[in-house]
């Protein structure tokens, strides 16, 4: 399931609360911050990836993937 998004019933719904935060992260690349810059905020603001782990570059470049898809 994407980061953004939950399964319920078979169906992917938004999770606004995700959906804001992949919003940021667009916002951040597009203003020209580095993957690893974007990962590094969202790590020292404790925010959780959908696993509830740290997060990554390769972390952040799935989900601005996810998004131009």
């Known amino acids: 399931v994407p980061f ?5 019933e078979g169906r992917l719904e938004k999770v606004e609360a995700e959906a ?9 690349r597009q ?21 509830g782990g740290r997060w990554h570059p390769s ?3 799935y989900v601005l993937q996810r998004v131009a898809a």
């Open 4 to 8: 953004g998004y939950q399964e319920i």
């Open 20 to 28: 804001r935060l992949v919003a940021e992260i667009q916002n951040r």
């Open 31 to 51: 203003a020209g911050h580095t993957l690893q810059a974007i990962a590094d905020s969202l790590n020292e603001r404790g925010i959780k990836g959908k696993q």
């Open 59 to 61: 972390n952040v470049r």
